[in-house]
Structure formats: C-alpha cells, structure tokens
C-alpha cells in the first residue's frame, strides 16, 4: 500500500527543514544570480507521478513498456523548447547544466581534443576545463578572458589562440559576464579553423526566452542551458541544436552520460517553456535586465566599482576593493547576508585574491524581480548594499540597516500565498 500522509506526519526532521528554508526564501531580498522561484504549476509538475516512471531511450524508442504518455509529454516539451528558441532540436533529458555540457562534449570530443573556452577565474565555468572537473580531466581546454582594461571578452584574443590551438571546439558562454557575446565573431571564428561553435546559454537562456538577451541559437552548432536559472523552471538541464548534430547530442545524453530521463522534471520543464512563451514573461525578462542596470547605476553613484562598467543582462560583479582595500568577495557575501540580502562572492577579473574568497560579489535580479521589485527597489537595494558594506564595523548601523531591509524583504515574499508544495 502506499504511504499517503503527507512528508509532516512521516518524517518530522525533513518537514522543519523544509519550512526552515521557505521562511528563509521569504524573508530576504534574493540575488544570487543563478536563482529563482518557479511557480506553483511547475512546483506540481516536478512533484508529480512521472517520478515513477522509467524511461529510458526517446519517444518512440524506449527500452520499457507503458511510455505511451511520457512519449507525449517528452515530445511536448521537446517541441515547445524548439519553439521558443527557434532551434531545429532540442534535448530536454540532461539533468543539469554540467550533464549538458559533459553530454555535449562526449558527442564531438576525443579524449585529448581541444577546446577553447572562458578563463574559469574571469567568468568562465567550472564545466569549462576545471581541472577538478572531467572536463579539464578529459580535454584540452585552451582558455581566453576579458581585455585588462575594457572588462569586456578581448575577441582578438580569441581568435588569436583560436588559430595558435586550432581546437575542435569553441565555447561561449559564462558564469560571470555582465555583457554581450559577439556571436557573430565567435562563428566567423570557429568558421575559419572548422571548428564547432558551442554556447554555453546556462545563465542567460532565460532572458534569450524573454527576447531580453540576444538568441545564440542562429549562430551556435549547438547551444546548452539550464532550465533553473533566469528561466524560472525546475532544475533541470537542456541542448538546442543544428538537425545534422541531433543524433549525436542524443546519443551522447543516452546512454552516452545519463541513464533513464528524469520525467517529472521533463514535465516541469515543459510547464516553464510555456510560461515562457507568454507576453507576461516578456516582461518579466525584460524587468530583470531593467532592475541589473538599476542596481548598477546605484552602485556607482555611490563610488562602488561595477566590473566592466554596467550591464546588459541579469547580474554583474562589484568589485570591494573599491570600498576598502582589505574587504574580500566573502567578507562582504557573508555580511549582507546577516543583514538579509544573499548573493554569493566571486572573483573579478584579474583576482590577486583565490576564488575561495574573491575580491568581489556577484549580484544578480532574476529571483527579486520575481519576488515583484521593479526599478525604486532594485535602486533602494543597492543602495542598502553600498550602505551595509560601508558601516560593517558598525553593529548599531547595521541593526537599523537590517530592519529596513527586512521590511523591504517583507513587502515582496516570494511565495506570499505561502509555500506552494506539500507543507
Ligand atoms: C550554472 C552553470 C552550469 C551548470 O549548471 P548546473 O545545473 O549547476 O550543473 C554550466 N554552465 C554555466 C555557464 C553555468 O552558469
């Protein structure tokens, strides 16, 4: 028989950890910037009977019985991700980012092959060639940064290595990179050494949703995402890709790197790719970017030094040492979050100090413009930032600092009809 009570009456410990983290989402101004809130229909699709079926294969070629519905739903959502992005196929089944890049590597890599990718330290990711990662334990990556002076991705550079190296392939796409890929040199590129183009969208595939950031798809032989990030699904992985590369990534995926898909985030995913097609997340994308460049603006008003100078997407990194010399990255991360705001420290480009502790902070606004906050906020937020790291040695300050952010905090819960799952 099945257990029907609820997760409170069956295991108290995990029930109050459950609520612990809830009143913790809903009581602080949220910037990290590769988080967000789904809404209750994906909380419910990620939460439903599909967790029990197995599925391995692809629809209409599946190594168990009874995968008629799950066939419909993996279509679906297959079909609603090509829409959104304009891709010829999508891949809806890796698990999670790292799972779409080590896929996308092991369709088109050798052991030994070279890629070239982001410098890890000035924005890159740690599926970039880390070499505590299997990518950097499997591959060659070659790696390129941003100009010492502009911040900005010195293309030049890139193309540079990309003729030294010749690698197999070439990847876009960062962790911590407040501006816009040049798309169209990075194809010319991998165009003039036959090389493949990779994006690695994770961050930004939200606002590519929203029309908010420009669409790698056009350009890329194949694109990989995140559905958790920006774009307000379940955690989840994704690859859009060429038709010609279809079977390849698929292969790679399963059986290459994964085992059966997991179908109730495959549902979850097709909920959000939805809700991503809807006017009202036009908005929603285009409020993020609005409330980055906010934030940013406010934060140089106030003397703070912006990496790079601004934004054109959903975060950017500040830089402490333009507050005081001695202030790390995680220093500042863990004050503002006894304070009530929460993001997470981060090296800035050219970092004497290791990324264990950073010289600066990455702020992001997917998850506080979907806790409501518009531009007033997202500068009164910045300004409670900038204020905070100034009287840090100040506990009285920062007590009268705490209660007004706490009271900002309180005016945008994130989930204000209270918890959408189970307890
Ligand atoms: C977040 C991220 C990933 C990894 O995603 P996970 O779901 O955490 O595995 C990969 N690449 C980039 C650029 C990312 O920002």
């Excluded at 292969?251 to 995913?269: L, R």
């Excluded at 409501?372 to 920062?398: F, V, Y």
Aim: proline fraction near 5%; charge should be negative; glycine fraction near 10%.
């Amino acid at each position: 028989m099945i257990d029907s009570r609820s997760v409170e009456d069956v295991d108290a410990q995990v029930a109050d950890l459950i609520r612990a983290d809830t009143a913790r989402q809903n009581s602080h101004i949220h910037l990290i910037a590769s988080e967000n809130f789904v809404s209750r229909a994906v909380m419910q699709a990620s939460g439903s009977v599909f967790t029990n079926k197995y599925a391995e294969g692809y629809p209409g070629r599946r190594y168990y019985e009874g995968c008629g519905v799950v066939d419909q739903l993996e279509d679906l959502a297959r079909d609603r991700a090509k829409a959104l992005f304009g891709a010829e196929h999508a891949n809806v089944q890796p698990h999670s980012g790292a799972q779409a890049n080590l896929a996308a590597y092991f369709a088109f890599l050798e052991p030994g092959d070279r890629v070239l990718g982001m410098r890890l330290d000035q924005g890159g990711h740690l599926t970039h060639g880390s070499p505590v990662n299997a990518s950097g334990e499997l591959y060659e990556f070659i790696a390129y940064g941003v100009d010492q002076d502009s911040e900005l991705i010195d293309m030049d550079e890139v193309r540079r290595l990309a003729l030294e190296h010749r690698p197999k392939m070439v990847l876009a796409g960062y962790t911590a990179y407040s501006r816009v890929l040049d798309y169209e040199a990075f194809r010319s590129i991998a165009d003039e050494i036959d090389a493949l183009l990779m994006v690695d969208a994770a961050h930004f595939i939200g606002l590519v949703a929203g029309g908010a950031y420009p669409n790698p798809v056009p350009y890329a032989d194949l694109v990989t995402a995140t559905t958790h990030k920006a774009l307000r699904g379940p955690r989840g992985g994704l690859i859009l890709s060429r038709e010609e590369h279809a079977k390849a990534i698929d292969k790679a995926v399963f059986p290459g790197t994964q085992g059966g898909g997991i179908f109730s985030q495959v549902a979850a995913k097709a909920v959000c790719f939805l809700e991503a097609s809807t006017p009202e997340y036009r908005d929603y994308a285009g409020q993020i970017v609005e409330n980055a460049r906010a934030m940013a603006a406010r934060l140089m008003a106030e003397g703070v030094r912006v990496v790079g100078g601004g934004t054109d997407n959903h975060m950017f990194l500040v830089d402490m040492r333009s507050i005081d010399e001695e202030l790390t990255g995680k220093q500042a991360a863990k004050l503002l979050d006894a304070v009530g705001i929460t993001c997470n420290f981060n090296t800035v480009p050219f970092d004497p100090r290791k990324p264990f502790v950073g010289s600066g902070i990455r702020i992001g606004t997917p998850a506080m413009t979907t806790q409501g906050m518009k531009e007033p906020e997202a500068d009164e937020t910045a300004g409670l930032i900038a204020e905070a790291l100034r009287h840090r040695e100040d506990p009285s300050a920062l007590e009268g600092l705490e209660q007004r952010i706490r009271k900002l905090a309180d005016s945008f819960p994130a989930y204000p009809e209270g918890f959408p799952g189970h307890v």
